[in-house]
């Protein structure tokens, strides 16, 4: 569950994406759906990820609030020559 999570998160970045499933364990997943633009229109016929998530895996993507660890770099430059 973890991979399907970290494929969420790249598709809604930066949205971060936590699973809560509690499943461990290889799975072999096909989801089906349309992708859609910035601004939410769907791009095919298709259902949009939600729906997909929740009719074909059944699972729920719930969007809350969560801390959650990150790192961020507000400065870097190259070393100095020894």
Same mark, same amino acid.
Request: hydrophobic share 35%; glycine share 8%.
């Given at each position: 569950?973890?991979?399907?999570?970290?494929?969420?998160?790249?598709? /809604? !970045? $930066?949205?971060?994406?936590?699973?809560?499933?509690?499943?461990? %364990? &290889?799975?072999?997943?096909?989801?089906? /759906? !349309? $992708?859609?633009?910035?601004?939410?229109?769907?791009?095919?016929? %298709? &259902?949009?990820?939600?729906?997909?998530?929740? !009719?074909?895996?059944?699972?729920?993507?719930?969007?809350?609030?969560?801390?959650?660890?990150?790192?961020?770099?507000?400065?870097?430059?190259?070393?100095?020559?020894?």
């Amino acid at each position: 569950m973890q991979e399907l999570a970290d494929f969420l998160e790249r598709l /809604f !970045s $930066p949205t971060p994406v936590v699973d809560h499933t509690g499943l461990t %364990g &290889p799975y072999k997943i096909t989801l089906n /759906f !349309s $992708p859609s633009t910035p601004d939410g229109k769907l791009i095919g016929d %298709g &259902p949009d990820i939600f729906s997909a998530v929740e !009719s074909q895996l059944g699972l729920k993507l719930d969007q809350r609030k969560e801390n959650v660890e990150m790192v961020i770099v507000d400065h870097i430059e190259q070393p100095e020559a020894n």
